[in-house]
């Protein structure tokens, strides 16, 4: 009787875990969106699609290697990158994450959008750190900082709105003096590293953004070249080149440096306790090709 009875607590207190295991609330999303792959007609071009589907320049070439930018030909299989893990980073407000060229935004209620950017050039990086959304503008005035006139001296005091106006429609000023993200006039622009150290969007993007955005928002920006989180019970690695290889993706298609990216300690911390089912030829290989690709690099649970 007595070891019936320790049996019966036995099955009750794992019933008790179950129930409470399957009560548990779901962890925040680490990953959006859907793969896309896209097959072109022979006038496409690399930029073209981008555009569509709004990605970046660097980021579709990254995920092309090879491939012509101007003219893939008719019938080749593109490689859209509409998938992305989330950056380590709060989960509100704006997140900007230099190497992969994109923003991320968390609404109060609702998923994370992403959308890619413009970000500055060598010597005019944009800044890493935490700041807010000081204030917002339609239809700014574009005034030339000091650098911008000793670059190119005949530069006006300023330009007023209109479509010579670099900054776009919409502007976002950041608690950074000099810095906001807004739009531009030169949409093949997004997606590179040519900023003066704003962050440009799309015109449609920056658009909905100002809409979604209020003052006082907080805003992140990273740099973390490689990303690691969880979806549907796996765990996904992503890695892109760091910024000073986007500058050589963008004209020779491949990265400046050959070095892989080391994010082995990155996706053993994301594993926790499933770091047993780990794939390190997988993690090795998304290292070395830095295509921002999420990948998944756990192996299925054995039963």
Same mark, same amino acid.
């Given at each position: ?24 609330? *779901?962890?925040? #999303?680490?990953?959006?969106? &859907? !793969? @896309?792959?896209?097959?072109?007609? =022979?006038?496409?071009? $690399? ?87 000081? *204030?917002?503008? #339609?239809?700014?005035?574009? &005034? !030339? @900082?000091?650098?911008?006139?000793? =670059?190119?001296?005949? $530069? ?148």
């Amino acid at each position: 009787m007595a070891a019936m009875g320790k049996r019966r607590l036995v099955l009750i207190a794992a019933a008790i875990l179950l129930t409470m295991a399957a009560q548990k609330p *779901a962890p925040p #999303p680490q990953m959006i969106g &859907i !793969p @896309t792959l896209f097959v072109t007609r =022979e006038s496409d071009t $690399l930029l073209d699609i981008a555009r569509e589907y709004d990605a970046g320049y660097v980021e579709i070439r990254a995920a092309n290697p090879g491939i012509d930018p101007w003219m893939p030909g008719g019938g080749r299989k593109i490689v859209v990158p509409t998938q992305h893990v989330l950056p380590d980073a709060p989960h509100r407000g704006i997140v900007i994450n230099l190497p992969e060229l994109r923003l991320y935004y968390y609404p109060a209620k609702g998923e994370p959008r992403s959308f890619p950017i413009g970000i500055g050039g060598e010597g005019k990086e944009t800044p890493v750190g935490h700041t807010v959304v000081a *204030a917002k503008r #339609p239809h700014p005035v574009w &005034i !030339p @900082t000091q650098s911008e006139h000793d =670059e190119n001296p005949d $530069l006006p005091a300023l330009v007023p709105p209109g479509p010579d106006n670099p900054m776009g429609d919409f502007a976002l000023y950041l608690g950074w003096k000099g810095y906001a993200v807004h739009g531009t006039n030169k949409p093949y622009s997004i997606g590179r590293r040519d900023s003066h150290g704003c962050i440009r969007l799309y015109p449609d993007d920056i658009a909905w953004l100002y809409r979604a955005v209020a003052i006082g928002t907080p805003v992140t920006v990273v740099n973390q070249p490689a990303k690691a989180g969880w979806s549907g019970g796996e765990l996904y690695l992503e890695v892109h080149p760091t910024q000073q290889d986007v500058d050589a993706l963008e004209s020779e298609g491949v990265p400046r440096s050959p070095l892989a990216i080391d994010a082995d300690d990155l996706v053993a911390k994301a594993a926790g306790g499933d770091v047993y089912r780990l794939d390190w030829y997988t993690i090795h290989l998304a290292e070395t090709k830095r295509d921002g690709i999420p990948v998944q690099v756990t192996r299925p649970v054995p039963y």
